[in-house]
């Protein structure tokens, strides 16, 4: 689908790990209050009340305690919550009915950072400049790296403020490195290095999967997010959209690096199956396949240690012992060093809502600190506030969120355009080819991203850097 400046579209896409049922008790009953739009002695707030933390349970229990932290705040000011069930694209279709008419659009809105700039472009969201600005910025604001407030800073506007990230580490299975003769700790220095690594224990591991890279579109732009993203970061010439120029960049050193590095993953045998990879759901796959030893090495996502404590999906308890982390090098091993991309979910105000002040004491409120740690801890975020993010709640939670909330330092965020997703398309497609056909020439990737970015917006949006 192109999406239009002029009117929000949907894209498939996921953000967290997985799909789960529908919150009941005290919040899904206030989800369903009729009068969504705000007012002068009341505010909405449409969410996501199934996809953004780890159980049901949690979500009701993080909404409730909102509930009555804002009625303890300010009594005389009537919160609405508009909870939603299904995936971030299901709040984004109710999202994109609401925001069609001023009288029911919610005066909050939480959402994936990726639809920012779709909702953003169509005029939808209210500048956040003035809350965040000077000396009476708020701390959660100022304890952000520029990476993370750039997420959703389009043009030199604030559009939303993050409420929690996902980056990307490698993870590796410590037993499977011994067995192939691999020092540890491991630390690579370049994407030889994890090449060289994957070769080794391929050797070792004939019948099992290598190295995890995400390929193929099922996953939509998840899965440049935590796949392919990350080394075009890395490489030479990292940019995906010239904000210079206003366009995408379709051929480029860095993207020919980028997309030798998957020729050789599939050419070699290194990569996992297509059966794996294209899946809608093969975001989860990586922790589950670690745990029953049959992944050594991923290019994965800080939420993937979440999934291993004892009380969610694929419980392993011998992980600390069993898994190293690394961060995912640049190219050559040039500074910064490592690279991430780094996404995830944000609050915004709508543009039509009568009483933005409420509104944006609503998302102070959510981004306390007690809060921030809240939702970190309970949905596998790193917490957009370094602050939070190094306390020992946090980096005890789970297995190494110390170290991703340290890669976060050198994230990049996805390009926050309109067209983004086209873009991610694009490339899901040229690292499915690779993992379908591994003899896949890179003039023939490259024409490819060529054909799908001119076929879909056309031969002036797109350029090639040299």
């Not at 739009?37 to 780890?54: E, K």
């Not at 070769?199 to 939509?220: M, Q, R, S």
């Not at 993203?229 to 120029?245: E, Q, R, V, Y």
Request: aromatic share 10%.
């Amino acid at each position: 689908m192109i999406w239009k400046k002029t009117t929000i579209g949907v894209a498939a896409g996921t953000l967290a790990a997985s799909v789960l049922a529908g919150v009941s008790g005290e919040v899904a009953a206030a989800s369903t209050h009729s009068s969504p739009r705000g007012s002068s002695t009341g505010i909405s707030v449409l969410y996501s009340n199934n996809y953004v933390f780890d159980s049901d349970a949690l979500a009701a229990k993080w909404w409730n305690a909102m509930a009555k932290q804002w009625k303890s705040a300010d009594p005389s000011v009537k919160l609405t919550l508009l909870g939603t069930g299904g995936t971030d694209v299901d709040e984004m279709n109710k999202a994109a009915v609401l925001f069609r008419s001023p009288s029911e659009t919610p005066c909050v809105i939480q959402l994936p950072t990726t639809y920012v700039g779709e909702f953003a472009g169509s005029g939808y969201l209210a500048s956040l400049n003035s809350y965040v600005s000077g000396s009476s910025a708020p701390a959660f604001w100022t304890g952000m790296p520029k990476s993370v407030q750039a997420i959703s800073t389009i043009n030199g506007q604030v559009d939303a403020v993050n409420a929690g990230n996902n980056d990307s580490g490698i993870l590796y299975n410590k037993v499977m490195f011994k067995k192939a003769g691999i020092a540890l700790p491991w630390k690579p220095k370049t994407w030889q290095d994890v090449l060289s690594a994957a070769k080794l224990v391929k050797k070792a591991f004939p019948k099992d999967y290598a190295l995890w890279a995400a390929a193929g579109v099922g996953a939509g732009p998840t899965n440049v997010l935590q796949g392919i993203g990350n080394l075009i970061d890395g490489s030479t010439n990292p940019t995906m959209f010239d904000s210079k120029t206003g366009k995408w960049v379709v051929d480029s050193p860095g993207l020919r690096a980028t997309f030798q590095f998957y020729r050789t993953l599939y050419m070699d045998g290194l990569g996992a199956p297509t059966s794996q990879l294209f899946p809608s759901d093969s975001v989860g796959q990586p922790p589950l396949l670690m745990k029953q030893g049959k992944l050594a090495i991923a290019l994965g996502s800080n939420w993937y240690t979440g999934d291993w404590l004892p009380t969610a999906g694929a419980p392993w308890p011998q992980a600390s012992a069993d898994v190293g982390v690394a961060a995912i090098p640049t190219e050559n091993g040039q500074a910064p060093g490592s690279a991430t991309t780094i996404g995830g979910w944000a609050w915004a105000v709508s543009k039509s809502c009568p009483d933005k002040a409420d509104a944006w004491k609503f998302i102070e409120l959510a981004q306390s600190p007690t809060n921030q740690l809240n939702t970190a801890v309970w949905s596998g975020f790193v917490p957009p506030d370094t602050q939070v993010g190094t306390t020992a709640a946090f980096t005890k939670s789970s297995l190494y969120q110390l170290q991703f909330s340290a890669y976060a330092s050198n994230g990049v965020p996805l390009p926050n355009s309109t067209n983004f997703p086209v873009y991610a398309r694009a490339l899901n497609t040229v690292t499915g080819n690779f993992a379908l056909h591994p003899t896949t020439s890179i003039s023939s990737a490259v024409s490819t991203m060529t054909q799908l970015m001119t076929q879909q917006l056309g031969s002036s949006s797109i350029e090639t850097q040299k």
